[in-house]
């Protein structure tokens, strides 16, 4: 899930990502918006409980639907807000605020992955769904010896549309060099360990951990992006690289809380998407729209304006799924340097 902003109908000019290269998303606290959603599971039914927060202060857990609302919320052009139940990897659903207006999204968590037990002073071996594995060393974690670990290393496996739909953020992410890019995903990993009274540990100051992610995109030698995620600006900071071989992508860690990703950049087209009620006329305002690459990993999603119409980048020259409440349509994106931004569909409910 990538920027986005909206179009003006009639307008030519290329579209532009929402954020800055300081990132800095457009607040007004002078008006305030409504946010809501519906959160479920991998089988599409309703997770109650969950706890909606945003890092403002704001938040709400889900009713037995599994629906939440935050209302009056100070307007801004990006908003982070997480979502966490028991149980559940958490995630991270990027909205925007408009004055006077609701928006709504659904939002998809899956289950954290089975326990791994294991003393803190013998260390262990965490294996990943799909092949791969976490490797922590004795006495990784300040607690004693004796201390009884619980871990789950939790897999979102890009070949998975599903599992792949609870990724966090929206495929943002902040460069070495501080520059703000588009990213496709070849592996996410979120690393949990608690203690036995249920909190959480992270490693001690000098321990390492091995990530091994499972191979991905193609087990050619070399090297790739590593990015860990901050969940208060919902974006993927990057922070080391991993080692290609052709069964797993390698790298080490000296702390496990922040979800874990390994991207490679793609420079971004722009695609315009409009949505209509069933009479094909009136135009759909305020309606989410998502947009799910099908040819590389990587996704983003936006609300349409007043004219219906919203612009969403995604990869050029692409396969991707585009939903809006009922409907739905795959597209060929853009080829890359396509001027403007051009309509690429019409969906209808």
């Known amino acids: 899930m990538l920027a986005l902003g909206a179009l003006l109908l009639g307008g030519a000019a290329a579209c532009e990502q929402v954020a800055s290269p300081e990132f800095e998303p457009a607040a007004n606290v002078a008006s305030a918006g409504d946010i809501g959603g519906t959160v479920v599971n991998l089988q599409g039914q309703p997770v109650a409980g969950a706890l909606v927060s945003t890092p403002g202060g704001a938040q709400t857990t889900t009713s037995t639907s599994g629906s939440f609302l935050l209302a009056g919320l100070p307007a801004t052009s990006r908003l982070a807000v997480s979502v966490n139940a028991p149980g559940y990897d958490g995630t991270t659903a990027i909205y925007e605020v408009r004055s006077g207006v609701l928006l709504t999204r659904p939002i998809r968590i899956q289950p954290l992955a089975p326990p791994v037990v294991f003393s803190a002073g013998a260390g262990g071996t965490v294996p990943i769904a799909g092949g ?22 939790t897999y979102i496996d890009p070949g998975n549309p599903v599992q792949f739909s609870t990724a966090p953020g929206d495929f943002t992410g902040r460069t070495f060099a501080n520059n703000i890019v588009q990213i496709e995903s070849f592996g996410m990993l979120s690393v949990d360990v608690r203690n036995p009274q249920g909190q959480r540990l992270d490693l001690s100051p000098g321990q390492q951990a091995a990530l091994q992610f499972p191979a991905s995109g193609g087990t050619a030698p070399g090297t790739r992006p590593l990015w860990r995620f901050d969940a208060l600006q919902g974006i993927w900071v990057e922070e080391g690289q991993v080692t290609v071989t052709p069964t797993t992508q390698n790298t080490t860690v000296s702390t496990l809380a922040p979800q874990r990703n390994v991207d490679v950049r793609f420079p971004p087209e722009c695609i315009s998407v409009q949505v209509l009620f069933s009479n094909m006329v009136t135009p759909r305002a305020n309606e989410f ?50 001027l403007g931004c051009p309509l690429v569909a019409t969906l209808a409910f």
């Open 132 to 153: 791969g594995q976490v490797v922590i060393p004795a006495n990784a974690f300040p607690v004693s010896p004796a201390t009884p670990v619980t871990v789950r290393a």
């Open 289 to 338: 729209v998502n947009a799910a690459g099908i040819s590389y990993a990587g996704g983003t999603g936006g609300w349409t304006n007043g004219n219906g119409i919203v612009q969403l980048q995604v990869r050029a020259a692409s396969q991707v799924l585009l939903r809006s409440g009922t409907a739905q349509q795959t597209v060929t994106t853009p080829a890359p340097g396509t």
